[in-house]
DNA sequence: GAACGTAGTTATCGACTGATAACCTGTCAA
DNA sequence: TTGACAGGTTATCAGTCGATAACTACGTTC
């Protein structure tokens, strides 16, 4: 049985999705180099050999996310209701929107910051781009989502949500979201 | 010249302090206890033994911030206005929110979620009790915050913030900021 | 089939980090 | 004065982590 044996470029891609796994879990300082690599099933060094450093590899991991985030809005239908469908989505899937905020959480490291301020810069632009909305209603576009990305981050909403309890409840009954974002069922009385 | 001591009570707040300082800077992962117990001037052995791990004073700190947090809004005036000059004023000090999010994106972690969880849970209640604002209101209110809190720990507002560069113009513009919440004046033509 | 480039490993290291243990020291009561 | 408690320190450690170096194995080409 011969392991199998990659090309550099796919393992590349291989490994920026256990990055992205790992990452989402424990952010930038708490995940380590050697969690990914087991991910993806080679060794620790050789993480390190393709991607330099944890940094790189990390805002690798970033602009990945930004990107396919990005291609997610573009095949969405074109205005702010099909991108908030499309961001929905994204939150149900949980690691391309967590790893994103654990990005913006960083984003005050000099290395991480300008990538990260980028990467929220051009999908603020794809959105007015698609939409055509406003710079009002795209502000309050991107508040609903970062709202809704904390509470995904907090596990408030989402596949795996803890259940709200008191005060709580009011503000996930306010934010209308889809069955896929709404935690457990719950049955009793 | 005798080396200041104080009560247990004392240092317990003084080293929140100093953690808040640490932790708004690196994140809970991203800060060791050493980093603390310099800024607070003990050794690193002593800041463990008040608080037992580095996880408790984590949890501590999170709790101090959002208690310091609900103080500011009960001492504001008592309308969404007034609620949103008194986040601005916490956004421009910046350290009690970016370590509330910090706290937000360490959320998955099982002894920390529950805790952020009741944290945010607290303010939201504390934000209804106080305004008297609908459901919808009050989610508007947490979504332009949440976004804020994420602006402000990216650098892309705030005292020392990064000139915004293009897209990102527009939305900074858009968030009708205080000059204490705007980045450096920019000079010439 | 030999040589070579590419994919990947094992071995190892220095630095760091949270935590424990043992000790020191100032202050106050009896 | 002495003793005892509360506020601290130094010494130390076991485990972890990112990174480097050196080596191995596969497969293709001539």
Do not use: W
Request: contains cysteine; aromatic residues 6%; glycine residues 10%.
């Amino acid at each position: 049985m011969t392991r199998t044996r990659l090309t550099a470029g796919e393992r590349h891609d291989q490994l920026i999705g256990a990055a992205l796994t790992a990452f989402t879990a424990g952010g930038y300082a708490g995940t380590t180099t050697d969690q990914v690599a087991r991910l993806a099933g080679v060794s620790q060094p050789y993480v390190i050999r393709l991607f330099g450093t944890k940094q790189q590899l990390f805002i690798a991991t970033v602009e990945h996310a930004a990107d396919r985030i990005e291609r997610r809005f573009r095949a969405a239908t074109p205005d702010l209701d099909g991108l908030g469908d499309a961001y929905d989505e994204l939150l149900a899937e949980r690691e391309l929107i967590t790893v994103m905020l654990h990005g913006f959480a960083a984003g005050a490291d000099p290395a991480i910051g300008p990538v990260v301020r980028a990467c929220f810069g051009r999908l603020y632009a794809t959105v007015r781009e698609l939409t055509g909305a406003d710079a009002e209603q795209t502000r309050a576009f991107f508040a609903s989502g970062m709202l809704l990305t904390v509470l995904g981050a907090m596990n408030v909403i989402g596949r795996d949500a803890v259940p709200p309890d008191g005060p709580m409840n009011d503000l996930v009954d306010s934010l209308d979201l889809p069955a896929s974002l709404r935690g457990p069922e719950k049955f009793g009385s």
